[in-house]
């Protein structure tokens, strides 16, 4: 753990109202959208992040320090991810549902470090998030991590509390019912 | 020229192969399967612009009441917390201590007041008790000789239960018994608010009954 990071965690831990800030600052994003990924909703994804973010400021004590601190906040979101999608027992949203995702509060942040990208999101790429939103919440989770916040095998088992054997099927399924599904559309 | 991996097998790794996740053998093993196999090759192009689009995925931003709510919710329950542990803690040693001084100084203020003597006080209040419920009988005009032998063995019971709050009560007064009683009291309290698990001690009752 960088020592910029581990000295944010022992201001934390001294209730330094600050250090609290920083620190949701510094994760909600990758908290909200890990979360928007496992519940496919924009408002569960929300209470998942808020609730992640209490619990773990208030359990901050029994955090080792020895491992990573990220791993162990996601691990809490997607448990409490899956807690409440056990509550409701929700199913996956299909592409329809999309478009009428986002409610107030929320807006799509710059997808990548292309200079001159900024938001651009085409039919193209609707469509792709489309068929990406139908793979099933676990596998969503899988791709997140392993794309977006760029976890090695090691670090999604961790995360999500499976075995290394069962992360690295569920990427190679993800990835190719991804291209299946491309293919039928005439797409690649 | 193939290897003697198999197209499923080679499809299985693709994905670890793109990640760099695999045993250099394996991975070696697997370049040479692609080289000579179309198909996996393909497949492999595929994989590789999934990837590149999976990356670029957009994301959502957090809603701007995130921070708020989630500093509001940790930081008003430890406030609370403490002024309610320090109310509680004052409010208990205040007590503790008035219980203590007007134990020591009971006998004196009843004297100065031409009271009866303490010890006498719980024989007297069960008495006239007693005299108030046959007074309250008589005023009914009821048959008080039918309540009678009742009465009597009331007054047997509180006069054998008289006793006890007088020895106890002429015990604490003796200064060993009655310090005795008084430290081991504050000690008790005090132990039991300081060892109970809390992440702050400071403030605590056990700091107050210390204290004192």
Not at chain 2, 116 to 138: E, N, Y
Not at chain 2, 165 to 193: H, N
Request: charged share 25%; aromatic share 8%; hydrophobic share 45%.
């Amino acid at each position: 753990m960088e020592t910029e990071e581990r000295d944010l965690i022992r201001r934390c831990l001294t209730r330094d109202e600050r250090a609290y800030r920083e620190l949701i600052r510094r994760y909600q994003t990758a908290v909200v959208n890990l979360a928007w990924r496992m519940t496919g909703n924009v408002e569960d994804a929300a209470e998942v992040s808020q609730e992640t973010f209490i619990r773990v400021l208030r359990s901050l004590s029994t955090y080792d320090p020895e491992r990573p601190f990220r791993t162990w906040l996601f691990k809490i979101a997607s448990n409490l991810a899956l807690d409440l999608l056990r509550r409701r027992k929700r199913r996956p949203i299909a592409i329809e549902d999309l478009g009428d995702e986002e409610g107030p509060g929320f807006e799509p942040v710059d997808p990548g470090p292309g200079p001159d990208e900024g938001l651009r999101i085409d039919r193209a790429d609707a469509r792709f998030e489309g068929l990406v939103r139908e793979l099933p919440e676990s596998y969503q989770a899988i791709l997140f991590l392993r794309y977006k916040q760029e976890f090695s095998y090691e670090e999604i088992a961790e995360t999500l509390g499976i075995p290394l054997g069962t992360v690295k099927v569920r990427l190679h399924r993800a990835h190719e019912t991804l291209r299946r599904k491309l293919l039928a559309r005439g797409t690649t | 020229m193939r290897t003697n991996l198999t197209c499923e097998a080679c499809e299985r790794e693709l994905s670890a192969y793109l990640h760099g996740a695999l045993h250099p053998a394996v991975a070696g093993a697997l370049e040479s399967h692609v080289d000579a196999c179309r198909r996996c090759r393909l497949t492999l192009a595929a994989y590789r612009a999934i990837a590149e689009r999976l990356a670029e995925l957009p994301e959502i931003s957090a809603p701007a009441w995130l921070e708020s709510r989630v500093v509001g919710a940790v930081s008003v329950r430890p406030r609370l917390r403490r002024i309610w542990s320090g109310g509680l803690a004052a409010a208990a040693a205040l007590s503790f201590a008035g219980t203590i001084g007007l134990i020591a100084w009971l006998p004196r203020i009843a004297h100065d007041w031409g009271l009866p003597d303490p010890t006498l006080w719980p024989v007297a209040v069960l008495r006239a008790s007693l005299d108030g419920i046959i007074a309250f009988a008589k005023r009914l005009a009821l048959d008080v000789t039918f309540y009678e032998p009742i009465a009597r063995q009331i007054w047997a019971s509180i006069r054998a239960l008289e006793a006890l709050p007088r020895a106890a009560l002429l015990t604490l007064r003796t200064p060993e018994v009655g310090g005795a009683v008084a430290i081991g009291l504050t000690l008790g309290v005090a132990l039991f608010f300081a060892l109970r698990p809390s992440r702050t001690h400071q403030g605590g009752i056990g700091h107050a009954c210390l204290s004192l």
